[in-house]
């Protein structure tokens, strides 16, 4: 199967960071949250296979299946452009945290887990 061709911006959208800002305040107090934006804003652009990103989160695939990712994949179909992936390592290893994006990336596993998706890792 060909892989589709993915639009991607370049960097993440202002209101990437206001979504994953809003998520992350519900795991972590503020002055957390905060730290982990800065350093989300300051990370490098990194690019993994979204089912290692998959994995790493520890997403169960029955939740990639439960959903109907058609407004997403519609939207990979007609080349809009997507913003990278935001993404928080656990300082445990228990898991990576998908703080913006986890509806692209489900969408784009659904499409081909081999995808390499764009994404900023603090």
């Given at each position: 199967m060909e892989q589709p061709k993915?639009?991607?911006?370049?960097?993440p959208i202002d209101?990437?960071?206001?979504s994953a800002e809003r998520?992350?305040?519900?795991?972590?107090?503020?002055?957390?949250?905060?730290k982990l934006l800065r350093k989300l804003r300051a990370a490098p652009m990194s690019?993994?296979?979204?089912?290692?990103?998959l994995r790493a989160s520890r997403t169960p695939m029955s939740e990639v299946a439960a959903f109907d990712w058609g407004r997403q994949q519609q939207q990979?179909?007609?080349?809009?452009?997507?913003?990278p992936i935001l993404l928080v390592r656990r300082k445990d290893g228990t898991g990576l945290i998908i703080a913006?994006?986890?509806?692209?990336?489900?969408?784009?596993f659904?499409?081909?887990e081999l995808i390499k998706v764009p994404c900023k890792i603090a």
């Open positions: 993915i639009n991607w911006l370049s960097t209101n990437d960071y206001v998520y992350l305040s519900l795991l972590f107090k503020p002055r957390k949250c905060r690019e993994y296979p979204a089912k290692d990103i990979i179909r007609d080349g809009e452009a997507l913003g913006d994006g986890s509806h692209r990336m489900c969408a784009l659904a499409e081909d």
